[in-house]
Nanobody, 124 residues
Framework: QVQLVESGGGLVQAGGSLRLSCAAS????????MGWFRQAPGKEREFVAA????????YYADSAKGRFTISRDNAKNTVYLQMNSLKPEDTAVYYC????WGLGSIATSEYDYWGQGTQVTVSS
């Protein structure tokens, strides 16, 4: 089992940057692909970015391409989401999740473990 704890959210002005972190418990972190998702009020949870077990492949939603970067440090059991050029429409609760299939899926159903989320608010 994997427990995930996100941090790094907050309030930032449009055009600013934030770096989210997700710390995982357990020794099997490197066996999971990891993903970041977000959910805005009244909307469904949506895929943001994913990274495979070794970090060799990354995937992004169109809304994140060119602005967000996902990375991981398997020695620290941590996955990151660097968010630059933030926009008000990026405002949401951001969740990290662990994918035991190791593929870095865009589908929430492929992820077995989820963190509690961290709020990101971008003001205009």
């Amino acid at each position: 089992q994997v427990q995930l704890v996100e941090s790094g959210g907050g309030l930032v002005q449009a055009g600013g940057s934030l770096r989210l972190s997700c710390a995982a418990s357990g020794r099997t972190f490197s066996r999971y692909a990891m993903g970041w998702f977000r959910q805005a009020p009244g909307k469904e949870r949506e895929f943001v970015a994913a990274i495979t077990m070794s970090g060799g492949n990354t995937y992004y939603a169109d809304s994140a391409k060119g602005r967000f970067t996902i990375s991981r440090d398997n020695a620290k059991n941590t996955v990151y989401l660097q968010m630059n050029s933030l926009k008000p429409e990026d405002t949401a609760v951001y969740y990290c999740a662990a994918d035991p299939w190791g593929l870095g899926s865009i589908a929430t159903s492929e992820y077995d473990y989820w963190g509690q989320g961290t709020q990101v608010t971008v003001s205009s």
